[in-house]
């Protein structure tokens, strides 16, 4: 999944720093493998929306495959009156700087909202996470609202729908497939 990650950050002749992931779609369809290839396409782009494939091949066939929503050019604002929820549910986790900041250098991913003093939770980062905690290959996670570092991250399972809270308000669901 790493290595899918990290050939989806640095494709390129593509930028995009002050963007950020609206929905990400992540399936593996056959164990990870050492020889595995990887290829982006870029599938639609226009000014606002940018939608990435990037697929990992083994012997040519799809191994696993990242299908990511950036929005371009678009200023992450706070919510005038955000939904606020009772922090309930299950205390999933609370992303440190120094992790966020790993994890960037990792990837590749150097865009400047996840290397600030109050950094924002890279959206591959809570994939990845949300994969080692259900053991899923299929998942497609709706981001509504950042989440920060050095805040708890509480989850909410039902059936397949997790929803994520951070400070009271709603930041993600995923969908397990």
Known sequence: MIDL????????????DGAFIAKVKYQRFQS???????KNEVVKSNRRLCVINCNGYVNNEIAETLTVYLM???AVKEPSQ????????????NFSKEEIADFSHLTG???SIHLTENPV???L???????????????????IHPVYGCNPVYINYEENLITGF????LCFQATLL
């Open 32 to 38: 990870k493998l050492d020889k595995e290839t990887y």
């Open 125 to 143: 980062f809570i994939l990845k996470e949300l994969c080692d905690t259900t053991k899923t290959n299929e998942i497609e996670v709706k981001y």
């Open 166 to 169: 951070s400070n009271g308000i």
């Open 121 to 123: 939770v890279q959206g």
């Open 109 to 111: 991913d150097t865009n």
């Open 82 to 93: 955000p939904e606020t929820f009772k922090a309930n549910g299950t205390l999933w986790h």
């Open 72 to 74: 371009m050019n678009v």
């Open 5 to 16: 990650f990290k050939a989806f950050t640095t494709k390129e002749d593509f930028f995009y």
